[in-house]
């Protein structure tokens, strides 16, 4: 009879020893690997007393439907002790339709809250403290539309736009990689981000102008390692666009933040958390030169992974969520999403949102986690972790450097490749049931319970339609039609595109419009094959 194979791997790969002492670590210099808390290469955290001093921010994302619903949920989280403000936005207002284009039927409010215009974004911010509270919209294409409507609301109750914080997410790159809400081919887009960066430093020096997403790509199928090295390959391509540009690094860097998925496997995620923090230290202090430490500070906000929750047995996705939170918290995470249990069924409902929450302060206050920094520092098994991220992670980054940039990486369908390749591998080890999956392929259920399902309104589409008629009736059509000509002469031009966009939008043009201007100039992106 054949030995049985004790190898044991993470969901990167990685082999796992049976135990791990000291001789792990034995050419292992602390100082080097790990520094102090707050200090370079920030493996340990990016703030001497983390939370210590303050815990994670609270940000439960919601978005659905019409304005008015996703501002009284926002209303109802914040009344439960939520800290920050998360927005998720219909595919429509993604991918830069109108509620009443052809393309938006069926869609509006489905997977977030539409937005069509000025008129949406003061119902959605309606009676929220947008000068006390931060908020993080999730969108990219667009992204520069909806902060200038964030902004223009603000401007509206006289609130200075110094005053104001929050991150878009903005990164149009993982949209190609992993997503597929692009609009514009790869380049013309990265225009529109570096402009976003400059326009934020100079109207909006609080506010995160991007945050670089490896959540998608995790969602899409990649490992931790491939999370980390995509990510960060992303990071280093928007860096070198903005520094082309004429943009000076230390004035736009430390406003560059991330985005990050906690997948079940608690220790292969702390250690991706450390490993990318120490290993984006290390790129902009050697390959960019930061001298500002803002600069190599990767912050990041984490959410927990939407792919692993099942729709068998959704109550296990409690226990799931609970772990990943758990990793994330471990791992130094600046902000914080967690999943209802319910999401693999639909949109999360109000109880589903609110026992999400209570984990995150369950955690926060009950654990014991906040009481020290990096408490996992010094693990003969986690410190090699990891070092075998980084590692693997750096080995990609140097592979896509050969390419050309994460950019000529994604046209060459290199990046997206890998992730189907590692999206397949994991898919048939669930099918072989050589990965468990609690309830799905082992102590699964004969009989399913019955799970309450968030409702989707029908007359949502005929309502937010109907609003949508009224600002085009009311509004001058003349300026309207000039200065989307204006916004078309910046686009072929080297202006700055987010001030005639803003004007735009002030004369009640909507997100729909000012994205055909772009699109008239621009085109659309259609990948090859």
Not at 463 to 472: D, G, P, Y
């Amino acid at each position: 009879m054949p030995a049985r194979d004790e190898t044991r791997r993470t969901d990167s790969g990685i082999q796992i020893e049976p135990v791990y002492g000291p001789a792990a670590l034995a050419s292992w210099d602390p100082d080097v690997k790990l520094g102090e808390p707050g200090r370079y290469p920030y493996t340990r955290g990016v703030h001497p007393e983390m939370y210590r001093r303050r815990l994670w921010t609270m940000r439960q994302y919601a978005g659905f439907g019409t304005a008015e619903a996703t501002n009284d949920r926002f209303k109802f989280l914040l009344e439960h002790g939520q800290t920050g403000l998360s927005c998720a936005f219909d595919l429509p207002t993604q991918m830069g339709y109108d509620s009443d284009h052809p393309r938006a039927e069926g869609e509006v409010g489905k997977v977030g809250v539409a937005i069509d215009s000025l008129a949406d974004m003061r119902l959605l911010l309606d009676g929220l403290p947008l000068d006390e509270v931060t908020t993080s919209m999730t969108i990219n294409a667009t992204a520069a539309i909806l902060l200038l409507l964030y902004e223009l609301v603000a401007e509206e109750r006289g609130l200075s736009a110094a005053s104001l914080g929050g991150t878009i997410q903005n990164d149009i790159l993982k949209e190609y990689i992993a997503r597929g809400t692009y609009i514009y081919p790869p380049r013309p887009s990265m225009r529109l981000v570096v402009d976003t960066f400059a326009y934020c430093k100079e109207r909006l020096p609080r506010w995160n102008t991007i945050s670089i997403s490896g959540y998608h790509i995790r969602e899409a199928g990649s490992t931790a390692v491939q999370e980390v090295a995509f990510t960060l390959a992303d990071a280093i391509a928007y860096v070198e666009a903005a520094l082309e540009a004429g943009l000076a690094l230390d004035e736009f860097a430390p406003r560059l933040s991330f985005f990050f998925n906690a997948h079940n496997n608690l220790f292969e995620e702390v250690a991706k958390f450390r490993a990318a923090r120490r290993l984006w230290a290390r790129i902009m202090t050697e390959r960019f030169s930061a001298k500002d430490e803002r600069s190599k500070m990767l912050r990041f906000h984490t959410q927990t992974g939407g792919s692993t929750l099942t729709a068998q047995q959704p109550d296990n996705n409690i226990v799931r969520v609970t772990l990943q939170a758990l990793a994330a918290v471990l791992g130094g995470t600046q902000s914080l999403h967690t999943n209802g249990f319910d999401e693999a069924l639909g949109l999360p409902t109000e109880r589903a949102a609110k026992l999400a929450l209570r984990t995150q302060q369950i955690i926060g206050y009950e654990s014991g986690v906040a009481d020290t920094v990096d408490p996992l520092a010094g693990s003969y098994y986690l410190e090699t972790l990891t070092d075998e991220v980084e590692r693997a992670a750096l080995a990609y980054l140097e592979r896509i450097d050969e390419m050309g940039g994460a950019v000529a990486a994604i046209e060459s369908r290199f990046l997206q490749g890998e992730i189907e390749a590692a999206a397949y591998a994991y898919a048939k080890a669930v099918d072989d049931a050589e990965k468990v999956v609690v309830g799905v392929n082992r102590f699964a259920d004969e009989e399913v319970e019955p799970v309450e399902v968030f409702p989707v309104d029908p007359e949502l589409q005929r309502a937010q339609v109907r609003r949508l008629e009224k600002v085009r009736a009311e509004r001058d059509a003349d300026a309207v039609a000039r200065a989307l000509e204006d916004v078309r002469a910046a686009a072929r031009g080297t202006q700055n595109l987010l001030v005639p966009m803003k004007e735009a939008l002030r004369r009640m043009a909507t997100l729909g419009e000012v994205s055909d201007a772009l699109r008239a100039e621009w085109g659309v992106y259609r990948p090859a094959g």
